[in-house]
C-alpha cells in the first residue's frame, strides 16, 4: 500500500487526506498512518487546511478532504 500511495500522489502532485483513503478502500486514519511513512522519508508533505468558510467553527478542519498531502519531488 505504501508504494500505491507513493503513484497515485506522485501522479496527482497533492490530494486530499479523503481522496487518498478511498484510492486504498482504507479508513481516514489508517491513511494517515501510512502517509507517515513518507513523510518521515521527505516524499510527502502536508499543507495547511483548507479554508472552507469563514464561520471559525473548526468543522471544516476536521474534515479527511481538508487534509491535503502532497508528493515532495
Known amino acids: 500500500m505504501l ?6 500522489l506522485s501522479a496527482r502532485g497533492r490530494a486530499p487526506l479523503s481522496d487518498i483513503a478511498n484510492r486504498l478502500g482504507v479508513t481516514p ?3 494517515r498512518g501510512m502517509l507517515q511513512h513518507w513523510v ?3 516524499r510527502v508533505c502536508r499543507l495547511a487546511e483548507c479554508k472552507a468558510c469563514s464561520r471559525g ?3 471544516c478542519a476536521e474534515s479527511a478532504a481538508n487534509e491535503i498531502y502532497e508528493w515532495v519531488s
Open 29 to 31: 486514519d489508517t491513511a
Open 40 to 42: 518521515r522519508k521527505g
Open 3 to 8: 508504494s500505491d500511495i507513493r503513484t497515485y
Open 57 to 59: 467553527c473548526g468543522d
